[in-house]
């Protein structure tokens, strides 16, 4: 299970941090990853990271600006986005999938088994 959270509402040029509490499980071997859906639109991959290793990967449109991390003592994986724009805004999800597969394969939400429930990121100009 996956339990997202740190949504809110915050201008443009600041930041927010969101978490992703995993719980019923070990998560090695897995991938987590950041996905992103603004209305009207699909499910974007926005980061991921590998829980076993220290591989990460960001979509272009994020590097610079937002930062995956994880705890593994606390089963908690975080974005930390700064420079937040308007078009940043989104309702942010957390997904895992066991894989070993490379991270560029692995920007469709398909390819994900878990999922958590979402959390409301506005950023207003």
């Known amino acids: 299970q996956l339990q997202a959270s740190g949504g809110g509402l915050v201008q443009a040029g600041g930041s927010l941090r969101l978490s992703c509490a995993a719980s019923?499980?070990?998560?090695?071997?897995?991938?987590m990853a950041w996905f992103r859906q603004a209305p009207g639109k699909g499910r974007e991959f926005v980061a991921a990271?590998?829980?076993?290793?220290?591989?990460?990967y960001y979509a272009d449109f994020v590097k610079g600006r937002f930062t995956i991390s994880k705890d593994i003592a606390k089963n908690t994986m975080y974005l930390h986005m700064n420079s937040l724009k308007p078009e940043d805004t989104a309702v942010y999800y957390c997904?895992?999938?066991?894989?070993?597969?490379?991270?560029?394969?692995?920007?469709?939400?398909?390819?994900?088994?878990?999922w958590g429930q979402g959390t409301q990121v506005t950023v207003s100009s």
């Open positions: 019923g499980r070990t998560f090695s071997s897995y991938v």
């Open positions: 990271i590998s829980w076993s290793t220290v591989n990460l």
């Open positions: 997904a895992a999938v066991h894989t070993t597969l490379p991270f560029r394969v692995l920007k469709s939400p398909t390819q994900y088994d878990y």
